[in-house]
């Protein structure tokens, strides 16, 4: 990691990957076809033809569906599948105490940037509390722009008020670091809770 100029005074971090599990990936989609018993193939065309549209925020997650699952009659109802859906969501218990810590103990800003859609980020929001140690949420569906797109996180820095030079952001996908890192925001690749704490802690952020 490359040494900053000034102490950082901001987090931004992802919510997938770092702090819960992804809300909607490959693999949860993979538990879904398997429950619902539904064309693999078919199901992840539809899901990339039309998931963008969703996380930025222009179709409600019933409208996502409906292009998803629901475009023919099935024997099961929008709500168990929503359900199936957002079960899949879990925390990451050691990266969500980290995270308040240093809030609580350092009283620095935290933002969250990253692609979710309404519903979805509504509810991993409410579920996990995160609302609790979480200054500004940047996500997608609100803001319209999806990474890598690096016009979020201009959005970031503006809602935070914060200079670039001035941000550590937490991360899980080396892309989305590399785009932040062009607007000259430092990124960690978060990979597991050891090495991120460490980082954190050269950083000058001590739990």
Partial sequence: ?????????????????????NGWDRTARKKAIERFKLDPGE???????????????????????????????????????????????????????????????????????NNEGSELNKYRINTFRLGEFVDFFISSCIVH??????????????????????VIYLEDRAMFVQVADTLGIQGIIHRDFNTTKKQLADLGWVI
Avoid: C, W
Avoid at 2 to 17: C, E, H, R, V
């Fill in 145 to 166: 722009f999806r990474k890598p797109d690096a016009d979020i996180f201009k959005v970031a820095l503006d809602i935070a008020h914060v200079a670039p030079e001035k």
């Fill in 1 to 21: 990691m490359k040494k900053l100029n000034q102490a950082p005074s901001t987090i931004f971090t992802d919510i997938g990957g770092v702090l819960l599990t």
């Fill in 43 to 113: 199901t992840e065309e539809r899901h990339h033809l039309t998931f963008d549209t969703y996380e930025s925020g222009k179709i409600s997650l019933s409208e996502y569906l409906k292009r998803l699952v629901f475009y023919t009659k099935r024997n099961f109802t929008e709500t168990d599948f929503r359900k199936f859906m957002f079960a899949q969501s879990k925390p990451f218990p050691e990266m969500l105490s980290l995270i308040r810590s240093i809030k609580e103990k350092y009283n620095i800003k935290i933002a969250v940037v």
